[in-house]
């Protein structure tokens, strides 16, 4: 991990953006805060608590053309984030007037993102899933439903026929909270991921995304669901490129490509707020 600084600013720039969203008040909105150093570990988590977005992303140059970047949810620093990495690529192409192939350093290695057209296209690792016989006891008891397939990725991934039943799901967040792998340390609650097929002759894939044990109940649109939504599909559907949806309140669209083990994601940002943060003396 990078040193922090001995003391900090007093203030940084802030932004909100929507991403994997076409209009404001949709897809899934994330804090941006660029720096020239890196902040204590402790006031960014105290920060993105402050923001009470599902993820804050911070990022320092870390080279040409390249950035090291970190993203916080409310409660915990995570590996990987799609949207907040849509977000960032927005702020500094859109914004800070950063030309070209954008290039993250991150704790899933490197990422990059480019423009085709109008939208942000991320490449991110795939994270095939595999067949599960053995879910968290009670977890289709948290759901309200008994999903047809369960799967595991980095997350459990649970199959419903039918995209009405996705959308309609009104699960027991505390109870998904709650849920405990075998082998896995107590307070390490699983995250979960509930799909079918699309049945509007628009979207090939319907999901939705809950994670209540870090402090997301429901995420808007979440890019590192679809690194092991994609590759199910494509094996399953017979097609690498796949128009997902993810059904959340807000909503959010993703068109998304395999290309071995890598997965192409593209959406639409859109800024909503932009400023500074005042931060309490060093």
């Known amino acids: 991990m ?35 150093a890196w902040l204590p570990d402790a006031l960014m988590q105290r920060m993105a608590f402050e923001h009470n977005l599902s993820e804050t992303a911070f990022f320092v140059p870390d080279g040409p053309g390249q950035w090291h970047l970190r993203w916080f949810t409310p409660t915990a620093e995570v590996p990987l984030c799609g949207h907040a990495t849509l977000a960032t690529a927005f702020v500094l192409a859109s914004e800070l007037g950063e030309p070209g192939e954008l290039c993250f350093r991150t704790a899933s290695g490197l990422l990059r993102v480019v423009r085709e057209g109008k939208r942000l296209v991320l490449d991110f690792p795939a994270n095939p899933p595999r067949r599960s016989h053995a879910p968290p006891p009670g977890l289709a008891a948290a759901l309200g439903a008994v999903p047809r397939e369960v799967w595991k990725g980095r997350d459990w991934i649970c199959l419903f026929d039918r995209a009405d039943t996705v959308r309609a799901l009104s699960p027991d967040h505390g109870r998904i909270a709650g849920l405990r792998e075998a082998g896995v340390a107590p307070g390490a609650a699983p995250r979960v991921i509930v799909t079918a097929p699309g049945d509007d002759g628009v979207h090939d894939v319907v999901s939705r995304y809950f994670a209540a044990a870090v402090g997301i109940p429901e995420d808007p649109v979440t890019g590192a669901a679809h690194v092991q939504l994609v590759p199910f599909w494509a094996g399953r559907l017979g097609q690498e490129r796949l128009v997902c949806r993810q059904a959340s309140a807000r909503g959010g669209t993703l068109w998304c490509e395999l290309r071995g083990d890598r997965v192409r994601m593209g959406g639409h940002a859109v800024l909503y707020a932009q400023g500074e943060v005042l931060l309490p003396a060093a």
């Open 2 to 36: 990078d040193t922090p600084p001995a003391s900090h600013p007093a203030r940084v720039p802030f932004y909100q953006v929507d991403a994997f969203a076409e209009h404001p008040f949709t897809g899934n909105p994330a804090a941006v805060v660029p720096l020239r």
